[in-house]
């Protein structure tokens, strides 16, 4: 009995090294010692870029938003831009992104088709919707959307750019860049206009 710790001690079943021959000791010992060198020397494995959806029909906010994110994030994102809301479709059916950003009107597959497809396949990941109709009935089904498990925000069009990359920030449970030191916030924070106080 071991004093200290108040429990028995027990023999411990003799190892592939303790078992070995003395010369066979000196080559399982290397062998392990060069083991455990490269596995200190091989580096983590980087995360996988964030991978964005934007689906748009109108050319302005899909070219405003891809150029918002791709210099939020520089190379830690793809972002995949679709005018097609089908061919977008295309791309959701077969693989989980990280983010989906889409209009609700389009004139192929609208946004709330495109959200009732996801209901079914039960997506989880984060979904920005944005409209320029901000209606009591489409706040309602969003409301609907999310409380069935889809992961939905709403924004209104146009959108201010720092309320956008905050919901991003949101969604994606990253840290929201600060003001001061962010290129994108500082470069496209609106300015008034002459006479607006």
Same mark, same amino acid.
């Given at each position: 009995m071991n004093r200290e710790n108040d429990f028995a001690l027990v023999p411990r079943a003799p190892g592939a090294l303790e078992k070995a021959e003395p010369g066979a000791k000196r080559i399982l010992s290397g062998m392990i010692a060069e083991t455990l &060198? $490269?596995?200190k020397k091989e580096p983590l494995p980087k995360a996988c870029p964030i991978r964005i959806v934007v689906v748009f029909e109108e050319e302005g906010p899909r070219e405003s938003i891809n150029i !918002? $994110?791709?210099t939020w994030f520089n190379k830690d994102a793809t972002v995949v831009t =679709? &005018?097609?809301?089908e061919m977008a479709w295309q791309e959701l059916a077969q693989t989980d992104h990280d983010l989906l950003i889409t209009d609700y009107r389009m004139s192929r597959l609208s946004g709330k088709e495109i959200l009732q497809r996801l209901l079914d396949r039960k997506a989880t990941y984060p979904i920005i919707l944005m409209s320029g109709m901000e209606t009591t009935d489409l706040l309602m089904w969003v409301r609907e959307c999310a409380s069935r498990g889809l992961n939905i925000k709403f924004l209104n069009l146009p959108f201010n750019i720092t $309320? =956008? $990359?905050k919901? !991003? &920030?949101a969604s994606l449970r990253l840290p929201f860049p600060d003001s001061e030191k962010s290129e994108i916030l500082r470069d496209t924070t609106a300015k008034p206009v002459e006479g607006e106080p």
């Open positions: &060198a $490269l596995v !918002i $994110l791709r =679709f &005018a097609d809301s $309320l =956008f $990359l919901v !991003i &920030a």
